[in-house]
């Protein structure tokens, strides 16, 4: 995981140290993008974070912000995006901003900043964390290696161990169990085991999330901005590819149901669990259509093209990744030149 991203951040520097970004940009930025977040909160010390690739600074997105505006980019939100896209006439070049699965700290570090500078964004919520009743699998690995100094695992019948005892195997046992985790074929055998972890590293995984996530209460704060978009995020973030059709539609119904019934608005935009093609793809695209949702984004990398308002349920996304907080990636990726040789020059890619 390290190896591939120091892979990305030496393109990066390559395309920007090279002016090869603003050569491309013609041709490889298109009309806009939606940029995706996670976790804003100050820098944290402790040796072990697994996590920290999901996280950037306060700081770091308020320049964010700032360097946006002086590439000229303008900051809309995702109502506006999907008016421009169907319009047929963008005008200048936009970003939005996303944060995905519904964090206490959007509401803590990102809304002041957001406010401050009258950015519009949304937030997409996984219905069962403001609930108090729902559990993000990797947090629990994540806490389970943490707490462990060894975890003995039976996965598709066979019994495995992982050594926790040093920061080093910690990182490599969190990267291993989250790639064998990903690889089972159904996503309710991957609760079913992460079950089982959290049973016996002894952990609370509805207590963990609860003190991770916004409550109803918050939301409330927050949708009452009308900078604020609220999005929906299914109900309890499965991977959706591995799920049963009916399980998917229902995780996405729900999940927009719940947020309607306690703030009073039905979402209209959505948020792939994941996002990857290994989690969602064209039988999803075509379940958050049939929904009713107006708009629903990916993981995958990449800008918007005017050719996008034909595919409105497999939007892109630009992640501002933690891990690399510098102003001239966000200038590289702004420009659509990154997640072009990535995507090797397809504007589109649905399938």
Known sequence: MQVGRSVIRTG????????????????????????????????????????????????????????????????????????????????????CITFDDGYRDNLEWAYPILKRHRVPFAIYVTSEVPDRRGCLWWRTIEQAVAARREIELEICGEKRRFACRTTAEKHMAVAALHRLFRALPHDSQLRATVADLAVRAGIDECAATAALGLSWADLRELASDSLVTIGAHTVSHPILCKTDADVARREMTEG????????????????????????????????????????????RPGVLFAEHREHLWALPRISLNGEMQRLRYLQVLASGTGTALFNRFRRVNVT
Request: net charge positive.
């Open 256 to 299: 927009a149901k719940r947020i309607n019934d306690m703030l009073g608005r039905r979402p209209t935009h959505f948020s792939y669990p994941h996002g990857d093609p290994g989690a969602a793809g064209p039988r999803e695209f075509a379940l958050a259509r049939e929904a009713g949702f107006r708009t629903a984004v990916t993981t």
């Open 12 to 95: 990066l520097e390559a395309l920007y140290f090279s002016g090869a970004h603003h050569v491309l940009r013609p041709w490889c930025g298109g009309v806009g993008a939606i940029l995706t977040l996670h976790h804003v909160r100050p820098a944290r010390t402790e040796a072990f974070q697994p996590s920290r690739a999901l996280e950037v600074t306060p700081g770091f997105l308020e320049a964010a912000l700032l360097a946006l505006r002086r590439m000229g980019l303008e900051t809309i939100s995702l109502d506006e995006m999907h008016a421009r896209l169907t319009g047929g006439d963008p005008c200048s070049r936009f970003v």
